[in-house]
């Protein structure tokens, strides 16, 4: 005779004006791994608070198998043998992204417009599109990223208002380069804080050997300040003065 499926038992909210997406997310990894589930959806607050109560647990979802509570969805996912992220474990993947996403735009703009593969104008887009993108990032809470910038940055803790101005010049400057429009404009922004964010990075990193997390994705992430933190600057100065060769020759 084939073995019975497991079966799990599962709480969650469902409320009328909130769905509790964990409760969505711990149904689907049971169903994924095979189990039945027993939904059981709790749809009052009234009794989302007694179930809380009867059986001593602060949080929704919870998850039953075999008799066991296991408890919520992180739970759920250890008990399966699933690695749990650790929110507050440093993490490079924010820039790297901006980097892959700018790097795949650059390619598409280029193929897409004609000029095929050349490197030149490929590399250049991808500078510049990496600079609008990472100053989207800051620009979605400004105070914070100032309030994060001023950990490390040399010119922002001289004046504090230059982590608001920073990730404003540093999009003027990534747009307009995108288009190579206004170079007497571009340049000397990018060249000002590459050059600035360059030598405050590696002063906090390589020489005080400070251990502090980079505004460079906004003021609300993980990315640790380093090598990756420098890269952006040495890039942003990079493209600065090539752009400034290029308008010279």
Not at 208 to 228: H, M, Q, T, Y
Request: glycine letters at 8%; proline letters at 7%.
């Amino acid at each position: 005779m084939p073995s019975p499926e497991p079966t799990a038992i599962l709480y969650r909210m469902v409320l009328p004006d909130h769905v509790c997406p964990y409760g969505l997310k711990a149904r689907h990894l049971l169903r994924s791994k095979g189990y039945v589930v027993d939904d059981r959806p709790l749809t009052t607050r009234a009794e989302v608070d007694a179930f809380k109560q009867k059986h001593g647990v602060a949080t929704t979802p919870q998850i039953f198998i075999d008799g066991e509570r296991i408890g919520g969805h992180d739970d759920l996912r250890r008990h399966l043998g699933l690695k749990v992220a650790d929110p507050n474990k440093p993490t490079y993947r924010p820039v790297l992204a901006v980097f892959a996403i700018a790097a795949a735009l650059a390619l598409t703009i280029e193929i897409g417009t004609g000029h095929g593969l050349a490197p030149v104008p490929i590399v250049e887009r991808f500078i510049a599109l990496s600079m609008v993108i990472l100053a989207l990032l800051k620009l979605q809470d400004v105070e914070r990223f100032a309030t994060m910038f001023l950990n490390y940055d040399l010119l922002a803790r001289k004046w504090v208002p230059y982590g608001r101005v920073y990730p404003f010049a540093e999009a003027l400057a990534g747009i307009l380069m995108v288009g190579h429009l206004l170079p007497w404009l571009s340049i000397p922004i990018a060249l000002f804080i590459g050059t600035i964010g360059m030598v405050s990075v590696f002063k906090a990193v390589y020489i005080d050997k400070r251990e502090l997390k980079c505004a460079c994705v906004g003021g609300n992430s993980n990315v640790p300040l380093g090598f990756v933190s420098l890269t952006e600057n040495v890039m942003m100065v990079a493209m600065a003065l090539w752009m400034a060769a290029r308008l010279l020759a």
